[in-house]
């Protein structure tokens, strides 16, 4: 897999776009179609709008930024490369300017070549239709809090200057940003046409740059892409030709049919989680065709800090101290996939290793060693809330309803009257986010936008995050702790990674003992395809490459 | 006067005796009575035999077979370490027959699912036969315009599948509850499943009723108590009833078996009984992620209701036969 990788590199760097006939990347298994499974399709075609790890997946083989994330496997494919611009610039005026030069040659699906202009009014429409990181990751931009006040009129005047000659385009920031180039990478700032409408396009698909493009969409049967004529390879680790000719994406299969037609053959991949029922038949008989992955991703419990009963510290507090973790992984598919986690932020990155504040028996090691209720129970009464009624949202998938379950029983024996409301999964996640429907406590995954503590600790608890009444506000918690935001915002703006890992600790820490949430587990993806699939590459960002694999 | 011993035993005795003298019936009625009282012993089983609380997820805990003790979730045996399953029936008192994938002990949730399962069925059954019967007789006596209107009422309720009927009004009041006037019915509410499946029920007992009553309004001995002027109210109460209560009576167990499986239904649907309460049909439906490995889950729950619903067949067959006026007399002569 990596050898033929390796030749795709070698092949790209040589002859950049040049490929025989029948053949990608060197290689004869061009052709056939891939044909993928979800319970649900994952809602607008809009590249900056959707923000559901279903279609950024996918929109990682159709849409180009000037950098990405490269399509390669490892915390290789965590570091930012050139995509549309032909480098990845250096910063200036101290990390306030950023210069970027845009590749020649690249033209959208429909024929027309990408130009600097394209380029700034993608910036400008992130604004215009509410792209739910417009504020998060780009708000730094000088013109975005005009943007961001009155979108319908965004200009990011000052913020954005172009040179069609020179083919560069360059960013001014209000102050330094240490992340700004992989949130320039991150699907939602790709280039789109200038003349796509400044409104969410729905099911209409806008024209692509990578080797793919949307020929057709019904939300509630399929998906369907085809390659684009227009494609002609630049960079195979930014974007690599695809294998396959076409992309089938079907819905409506649950969790468990979609398991059943993934082994017989009638389907290449499914999007799901596996269902907890169907691993030990899955291990057992299909191992070759499973791939354990490692993953920036979490489950937790987000509480809504601004209504009852959780509005109360102690309350949260004893959510933390009664959440037995253990049980929980158990319930996601057991230690192979899933370990448990008591901070807001994956081991993997600083602020993922403070001392659990929540954990029977504390010891020197920092580590969770199992709930303790009667702690959790006292909590409860000393807060004055026992008794009250709580609604638990989940998703209507069944490892979801598994865990839910756990969870509704967990806060029943504290002290707590629990109903448990499963949603649609397609529904759930803007449900939980909106604080028009009043949820109190949901259960949900998190997955990492790029690698590092930010995509937890700031985009799911910064004051930035926190938007009432809307479906894109993913601070659910509702939570903003000035003392911690300011410990984000330096840690975000500083480059010294020593200095960086300590500010994102202290913000951990703070945000725990604060107990927003109920970190449960970090997990490890478990993907499974069908026996015809090869060259499956894994990337730690947006998972199976659909562009790499082949079925013929 | 004769003597009250000599009298002929009324058409209630005569049927008791005919009961009596079919076995089919009295074995159906000892199946019924284990139930309940298995059932009724519920909490007995789950303190002091299985001593777990089948109401909370014991995913992590632990039960001692053998002096041993043994996780109640079992790493499943594959080269790459996915997954758990439940425990299996140990065939000792705790976990008799094994967990549920909340690491619940399935034989207590039997038990006391059964207690809500037969709970809702008698219950709904009963609220139906009484509802029916006011209308049935109501409709069959008074005839006219209201026999018109609330046969036309049954008729549209009939036109309607029972369980789409069914589903829909569970879809209602479990999401929302139920409100009349000052008394709201929370949704985890049993009365909620009862008044459900009381009410698509109706028609279906209603007609029988509604035709018997009518046959009765046109006898003799009804014709004659309105030629001497009794009120309709005393005679709906001292002629009709009485002679009505048979077919109510005979189509009691009939709708007590075919309330228990709607409410099966309804709670595998997840909108009948809800977590974290029991019934038989909620345990099917938790056994049913479970069905490749601990198949016993889904079955135990399944072959309940087989056994009552066939044992409460049996019994309204009896009834029928030990009711059956020409029936007794073929007997007795």
Known sequence: MCAILALGLVVSSGRAGAQAPGETLGSPHRGGTLRLTADSSGGTLDPQINYTSTYLQLFSVLYDGLLTFPKVEGMAGTRVVADLADHVPEPEDGGRTWRFTLRQGVRFSDGRPVTTDDVVASFRRLFKVGAPTAGAFYGAIVGADACLAHPASCTLEGGIEADPDSRQVIFHLSRPDGEFLQKIAFPHAVILPADTPAHDVGNQPVPTTGPYRIVSYDPNRALTLDRNPAFRMWSAEAQPDGYVDHILYSFGLDDEAETTAVENGHYDWMYEDKPQDRLGELGARYASQLHIQPLFAFWYLPMNTRRAPFDNVLARRAVNYAIDRRALTMLYGGPALATPLCSMVPPVFPGGDIACPYTRDPTPDGRWHGPDLERARALVRQSGTAGQHVTLIVANRSIDIGMGTYVRNTLESIGYHVDMKPLNIAIQFPYIQNTNNHVQIALTDWFADYASPSNFLDDLLGCENFHPGSDSSINMAGYCNQTAQDLMIRALATTDTVAQADLWRQAARIVMDDAPTAPIMSMRYLDFVSARVGNYVYTMLYHLCFSRVWVQ | ?333
């Open chain 2, 1 to 333: 006067m004769r003597s009250s011993s000599s009298l002929p035993p009324g058409p209630w005795a005569v049927a008791i005796r005919a009961l009596a003298r079919d076995r089919a019936s009295l074995v159906s009625v000892g199946v019924l009575a284990l139930m309940v009282l298995a059932s009724l012993m519920a909490p007995l089983y789950a303190r002091y035999v299985s001593r777990t609380d089948p109401f909370l997820s014991n995913v992590a805990g632990q039960v001692q077979i053998d002096g041993r003790a043994v996780d109640i979730m079992q790493p499943n045996d594959n080269p790459l370490h996915l997954g758990l399953s439940p425990i299996g029936p140990t065939g000792r008192g705790a976990y008799l027959l094994g967990a549920d994938s909340q690491g619940r002990d399935v034989a207590a949730r039997l038990l006391y699912g059964g207690r809500n399962s037969l709970l809702i069925a008698s219950a709904a059954a009963l609220l139906c036969v009484v509802m029916a019967g006011v209308v049935g007789i109501v409709a069959g006596f008074f005839g006219g315009v209201v026999d018109a209107v609330l046969s036309r009422i049954m008729d549209i309720m009939w036109a309607v599948p029972v369980y789409l009927f069914a589903i829909s009004l569970s879809i209602v009041m479990v999401s929302q509850g139920l409100t009349i006037g000052p008394f709201t019915i929370t949704s985890d509410n049993l009365l909620i499943p009862i008044v459900i499946i009381a009410i698509v029920y109706v028609p279906y007992a209603a007609r029988p009723i509604r035709g018997r009553v009518m046959a009765l309004r046109n006898s003799e001995f009804v014709l004659a108590a309105r030629g001497l002027g009794v009120p309709s109210a005393r005679i709906l109460l001292r002629d009709i009833l009485p002679n009505v209560t048979g077919t109510i009576v005979v189509l009691a167990p009939l709708l007590t078996a075919l309330a228990l499986l709607t409410e099966s239904a309804l709670s595998f649907l997840s909108i009948g009984v809800q977590a974290p309460a029991a019934s038989w049909g909620t345990i099917i439906q938790d056994g049913e992620g479970l069905i490749y490995t601990r198949p016993l889950v889904a079955v135990a729950p399944g072959l309940a209701i087989v056994i009552v619903v066939l044992a409460l067949n049996v019994l309204g067959d009896g009834l029928r036969d030990a009711l059956d006026v020409r029936e007794t007399s073929r007997r007795g002569h």
